[in-house]
């Protein structure tokens, strides 16, 4: 296993981080949006095309066969990063939008009706927010938040209460969805914890793992959740492809979907029969090249070994964060202890507005988010209608971070 310290080592891994942008190197701290790609991952999108270009399934030519076989391969490589028992509990989807979509639609066409809830938090990316309040709309069930438990300041600490869960988890609670890692104060929820109160009231558990899948091991046995999503582009994969894990029988429990081919067994002229999981939930032609990108993907975090990768982030946060008490003027947004957080660091300067700063630090060559980071619900609760996010990835280095603290205080200048 090879040690993270080595960064310009690794750097040389991805091509992009050549770039100079402004006359500057690029400094890329935007990996909560989207993650850089390595050589290995673009190299498997060519061979995939250059080589075995084919549909899965059903075709008994030698393309079509290693295609499929490509496909397959990478549902097992899937279930076995997230500790999953079998490949069929894992579904190919386009992304965590997709798949929590998915769940709300299928799962939830079937299991709740009119009076019944839906717990929510309210650090929820919208991605977890907004199927559910569809779901909720068409079955007539009630969607209640999970409230952060604010602590006003120098800075903003946002955690889960769980004597707060506790109080809602009542008899009409059907499932809890809620966040492993927030993509915007970093924190961390005890998903294993959380997963054993609902199940206690017999409430089923949702599982966003998008921040978390490429920042910590993720054991969907041990957590014992019913339901886990996330996106390959935020483990290091292509665009386009997305996971959802789910439990075998909640599995029996949800309708279908999308309706296609690859999805069924039987097509009459009225009516049609359904293939078993996971096909029945992939309609049409699946992603098979990005499969293919994500499992060099996950081959490449394996290398590094994900103790090494998580060490890594924690070094980093924690010099960030201590560059931050430079800064009297700076509001931190989420837990400032390293063990309770992860690597996504939002902020923002005071009486200069986060998209103003952002772009400023872009002609330095640094890449930061400026906006609401899909948590409106989250952003008004802390009181504010934008932030600063910097967010680091297994490429990230010290040095960048300094070069950010460096603008900023040009920023100030410029501003002040």
Same mark, same amino acid.
């Given at each position: 296993?090879?040690?993270?310290?080595?960064?310009?080592? &690794?750097? $040389?891994?991805?091509?992009?981080?050549?770039? $100079?942008?402004?006359?500057?190197?690029?400094?890329?701290?935007?990996?909560?949006?989207?993650?850089?790609?390595?050589?290995?991952?673009?190299?498997?999108?060519?061979?995939?095309?250059?080589?075995?270009?084919?549909?899965?399934?059903? =075709?008994?030519?030698?393309?079509?066969?290693?295609?499929?076989?490509?496909?397959?391969? /990478?549902?097992?490589?899937?279930?076995?990063?997230?500790?999953?028992?079998?490949?069929?509990?894992?579904?190919?989807?386009?992304?965590?939008?997709?798949?929590?979509? @998915?769940?709300?639609?299928?799962?939830?066409?079937?299991?709740?009706?009119?009076?019944?809830?839906?717990?929510?938090?309210?650090?929820?990316?919208?991605?977890?927010?907004?199927?559910?309040?569809?779901?909720?709309?068409?079955?007539?069930?009630?969607?209640?938040?999970?409230?952060?438990? &604010?602590?006003? /300041?120098?800075?903003?600490?946002?955690?889960?209460?769980?004597?707060?869960?506790?109080?809602?988890?009542?008899?009409?609670?059907?499932? &809890?969805?809620?966040?492993?890692?927030?993509?915007? @104060?970093?924190?961390?929820?005890?998903?294993?914890?959380?997963?054993?109160?609902?199940?206690?009231?017999?409430?089923?558990?949702?599982?966003?793992?998008?921040?978390?899948?490429?920042?910590?091991?993720?054991?969907?046995?041990?957590?014992?959740?019913?339901?886990?999503?996330?996106?390959?582009?935020?483990?290091?994969?292509?665009?386009?492809? =997305?996971?959802?894990?789910?439990?075998?029988?909640?599995?029996?429990?949800?309708?279908?979907?999308?309706?296609?081919? /690859?999805?069924?067994?039987?097509?009459?002229?009225?009516?049609?029969?359904?293939?078993?999981?996971?096909?029945?939930?992939?309609?049409?032609?699946?992603?098979?090249?990005?499969?293919?990108?994500?499992?060099?993907?996950?081959?490449?975090?394996?290398?590094?070994?994900?103790?090494?990768?998580?060490?890594?982030?924690?070094?980093?946060?924690?010099?960030?964060?201590?560059?931050?008490?430079?800064?009297?003027?700076?509001?931190?947004?989420?837990?400032?202890?390293?063990?309770?957080?992860?690597?996504?660091?939002?902020?923002?300067?005071?009486?200069?507005?986060?998209?103003?700063?952002?772009?400023? @630090?872009? $002609?330095?060559?640094?890449?930061?988010?400026?906006?609401?980071?899909?948590?409106?619900?989250?952003?008004?609760?802390?009181?504010?209608?934008?932030?600063?996010?910097?967010?680091?990835?297994?490429?990230?280095?010290?040095?960048?971070?300094?070069?950010?603290?460096?603008? &900023?205080?040009?920023?100030?200048?410029?501003?002040?």
């Amino acid at each position: 296993m090879q040690n993270l310290q080595i960064t310009s080592k &690794l750097r $040389e891994d991805f091509p992009i981080l050549k770039r $100079e942008i402004n006359g500057h190197s690029l400094a890329y701290l935007d990996n909560a949006a989207t993650t850089q790609k390595p050589q290995s991952v673009i190299d498997a999108l060519v061979c995939f095309y250059e080589n075995h270009n084919s549909n899965v399934s059903r =075709g008994v030519y030698t393309l079509a066969e290693e295609a499929t076989e490509i496909f397959e391969d /990478g549902r097992k490589k899937v279930a076995k990063f997230i500790g999953a028992e079998s490949s069929s509990n894992i579904i190919f989807t386009r992304g965590t939008t997709e798949s929590i979509n @998915l769940v709300a639609s299928a799962w939830g066409e079937k299991n709740l009706i009119k009076g019944e809830r839906i717990i929510v938090t309210e650090m929820e990316h919208h991605s977890n927010l907004v199927p559910w309040q569809l779901a909720a709309q068409a079955s007539g069930a009630e969607l209640v938040y999970w409230p952060l438990s &604010l602590e006003h /300041g120098s800075s903003c600490v946002g955690r889960l209460d769980l004597h707060k869960l506790d109080e809602l988890l009542t008899n009409s609670v059907k499932l &809890l969805a809620v966040t492993v890692a927030s993509n915007v @104060l970093g924190t961390v929820n005890p998903i294993a914890e959380i997963v054993k109160m609902a199940h206690d009231r017999g409430v089923l558990v949702l599982a966003d793992a998008a921040q978390a899948v490429a920042r910590m091991p993720i054991d969907v046995t041990e957590w014992n959740c019913d339901f886990l999503a996330f996106s390959g582009h935020k483990v290091y994969g292509p665009t386009g492809i =997305g996971v959802l894990y789910a439990k075998q029988e909640r599995l029996n429990e949800m309708s279908v979907f999308q309706g296609g081919g /690859g999805m069924i067994r039987k097509v009459s002229r009225q009516a049609s029969t359904w293939a078993d999981a996971p096909q029945k939930f992939e309609a049409g032609t699946p992603p098979v090249a990005e499969v293919f990108g994500l499992s060099a993907a996950l081959e490449y975090m394996k290398k590094y070994g994900m103790p090494e990768i998580q060490q890594h982030e924690l070094q980093l946060t924690e010099h960030a964060l201590k560059r931050m008490e430079e800064f009297p003027d700076l509001e931190l947004y989420g837990p400032a202890d390293i063990f309770e957080r992860t690597g996504v660091i939002s902020f923002n300067l005071k009486n200069v507005h986060p998209h103003d700063v952002a772009q400023v @630090l872009d $002609e330095y060559g640094i890449a930061v988010r400026a906006g609401h980071h899909c948590t409106q619900v989250l952003h008004e609760q802390l009181g504010i209608q934008a932030s600063l996010r910097m967010s680091f990835g297994l490429y990230n280095e010290i040095s960048e971070i300094d070069r950010l603290f460096s603008a &900023l205080a040009q920023v100030r200048r410029i501003f002040n």
